[in-house]
């Protein structure tokens, strides 16, 4: 069992910045992989980042390269999200995600309980 706690939404005008945070606790070899989930209003769920835990790769949403970045502490409790540059199109609800591999990836995750991220312009 993975528990995922995220942190660290808001509000913002376009431009501005946010961090997300998401602490992980359990069982710790069901997380090599942990990333990040939205979710726009009419929309269906879109990664956004994912960080590969044992190798440190990171794979971004071209929607989001060169704006967001996905990092972890040295202990891999817990993963963030940085996010310059911000855009009204940004806005959703965002999901930590973690699982053991990528088989599934997106559907049999541990997921966070969700943090509303709103730009407005």
């Known amino acids: 069992q993975v528990q995922l706690v995220e942190s660290g939404g808001g509000s913002v005008q376009a431009g501005g910045s946010l961090r997300l945070s998401c602490t992980a606790s359990?069982?710790?070899?069901?997380?090599?992989?942990m990333g990040w989930f939205r979710q726009a209003p009419g929309k269906e769920r879109e990664e956004v980042a994912r960080?590969?835990?044992?190798?440190?790769?990171?794979t971004y949403a071209y929607a989001v390269k060169g704006r967001f970045a996905v990092s972890r502490d040295n202990a891999g409790i817990t993963v963030y999200l940085q996010m310059n540059s911000l855009k009204p199109e940004d806005t959703g609800i965002y999901y930590c995600?973690?699982?053991?591999?990528?088989?599934?990836?997106?559907?049999?995750?541990?997921w966070g309980q969700g943090v509303q991220v709103t730009v407005s312009s």
């Open positions: 359990g069982y710790t070899r069901g997380r090599n992989y």
């Open positions: 960080l590969n835990l044992r190798s440190g790769y990171p």
């Open positions: 995600a973690a699982a053991p591999d990528l088989t599934g990836w997106g559907r049999n995750n541990y």
